[in-house]
């Protein structure tokens, strides 16, 4: 495998950073994931930790040197993480259970595949395009997809707020994987939390990162989103992997979406 991984988190105008972020690899296999834990809750800090840090020791544990499998990874290392943030309440006696966003994805054999609940987002990036993005689990997502709602109006509507699924909380949360997808040289895959694209008016930043070095124009692009944020600010962070190995011998597919499940509902705090 042959890439180059920037990471970088930054805790905006927030009294405390929520996010949570990190990758690991063997010589076969990569892993990249970041959660954003809901502040509005209280403890998103404890359930964002929480599940990266059960992500991570599950790809640690599964991948030697490869993974078996590695949709069933995902599915695996994510129903665990959702356990591992609900032990937290007892853990530490709270009386509100911590909630977090999360968005993990595989790299192997030249082919990715993700999964995610929440908001907090996956793009790949090709030739200046966005060739997939996961949708977030939001109560305008829906409104936007029916053409109710402009992508624009979104962002100020009064529910940009609400997710439908997370880790933790209450329900049982809603997980959406991808299919396999095959990576070409130069591809990049970005993994970002709210905090990041809220604030552009448009996703053509993100898909610039493509047409140039995406290692060197990340941090300008933090840069960039703190400076339109301006004081509120929220958390940002984002993770940029960028591609320079084979792609594998799978014929392309578009992400494909698993069936909603039962979904924990979560509010942000602004």
Same mark, same amino acid.
């Given at each position: ?6 990471? !970088? ?12 972020? /990190? ?6 296999? &990569? ?18 930790? *929480?599940?990266? $840090? ?5 790809? !640690? ?48 054999? /030249? ?22 993005? %996961? ?16 992508? *624009? ?8 707020? #609400? ?5 933790? +909380? ?9 299919? @396999?997808?095959? &990576? @070409? ?12 694209? +809220?604030? &552009?008016?448009? !996703? %053509?930043?993100?898909? $610039?990162?493509?047409? %140039? ?16 944020? /301006? ?12 591609? #320079? ?7 392309? *597919? ?14 942000? @705090?602004?």
């Amino acid at each position: 495998m042959k890439f180059s991984i920037f990471q !970088e988190s930054r805790i905006g105008g927030r009294a405390r950073n929520e996010d949570r972020l /990190g990758y690991r690899y063997t010589r076969e296999a &990569l892993l990249m994931v970041l959660a954003d834990g809901l502040g509005g809750h209280g403890h998103g800090e404890v359930a964002a930790e *929480a599940a990266v $840090r059960s992500i991570v020791a599950t790809f !640690e544990q599964q991948a030697r040197p490869r993974l078996s499998d590695p949709q069933a990874f995902l599915a695996d290392a994510l129903a665990g993480a959702h356990v591992a943030v609900l032990a937290q309440s007892g853990l530490r006696q709270l009386r509100d259970p911590p909630r977090t966003t999360c968005v993990a994805c595989v790299v192997q054999d /030249g082919c990715a595949a993700w999964a995610h609940a929440g908001d907090s987002r996956l793009y790949l990036l090709r030739n200046g395009r966005i060739l997939a993005r %996961t949708e977030d689990h939001s109560r305008v997502q829906p409104l936007v997809a029916q053409g109710r709602l402009a992508a *624009a109006e979104a962002r100020h509507h009064p529910w940009r707020h #609400q997710l439908t699924s997370c880790l933790g +909380g209450d329900g049982s949360p809603r997980f959406e994987f991808s299919a @396999k997808v095959p &990576l @070409k040289r130069g591809d990049v895959v970005l993994l970002c939390s709210d905090g990041v694209w +809220g604030p &552009l008016a448009d !996703e %053509t930043p993100l898909e $610039r990162l493509s047409l %140039t070095n995406p290692i060197k124009a990340a941090p300008r692009l933090l840069d960039r989103v703190e400076s339109l944020a /301006g004081s509120g600010r929220d958390n940002l962070s984002l993770l940029v992997l960028s591609w #320079q190995g084979e792609g594998c011998a799978a014929s392309p *597919a578009p992400p494909g979406l698993n069936p909603p499940q039962t979904a924990a509902s979560a509010t942000r @705090k602004e």
